[in-house]
């Protein structure tokens, strides 16, 4: 049994890995809050190689705020996020928190881009903050 698994709303994607996250946490950019439909998108990262996904995907690349460009994976039958890679950390995926089985699994530690933050996002004051991107 993996560690962590996960599957998208209508269940035509699966993820599961047996990988600890390199991090977790909560983005406010102003594309994940259009893309999660609230004001952040909450997922960890995983090496690449670590994660095993089955189901057909759709993705579309756009340039970050960061400068690299950054592409989104979903599920073309439910539209729900499942990850997203970006060229600035070649062999890492972040997956949606919420895809997991168990969203409780992984409790994120950080926050940022933070000066994008809409004032009624409360986030836990005890997470780290950053108003752009963490130092990598």
């Known amino acids: 049994m993996a560690r962590y698994s996960g599957r998208c709303a209508c269940g035509a994607v699966h993820f599961e890995t047996d990988a600890e996250p390199m991090m977790a946490g909560h983005c406010q950019c102003s594309r994940c809050q259009k893309l999660s439909g609230a004001p952040h998108s ?16 759709a993705s579309w690349s756009y ?46 530690k950080m926050a940022f881009f933070t000066k ?11 997470l780290v903050a950053f108003p752009g991107m963490p130092p990598m």
């Open 63 to 108: 340039t970050a705020d960061s400068g690299n460009v950054a592409t989104r994976h979903h599920c073309p039958t439910c539209g729900a996020p499942v990850y997203g890679t970006t060229k600035g950390m070649p062999g890492v995926m972040a997956i949606t928190l919420s895809m997991l089985d168990d969203p409780a699994a992984i409790v994120p």
């Open 116 to 126: 994008h933050a809409v004032p009624w996002d409360l986030l836990d004051d005890s």
């Open 42 to 57: 909450s997922f960890a990262a995983f090496p690449e190689a670590a994660v095993r996904m089955s189901g057909k995907l």
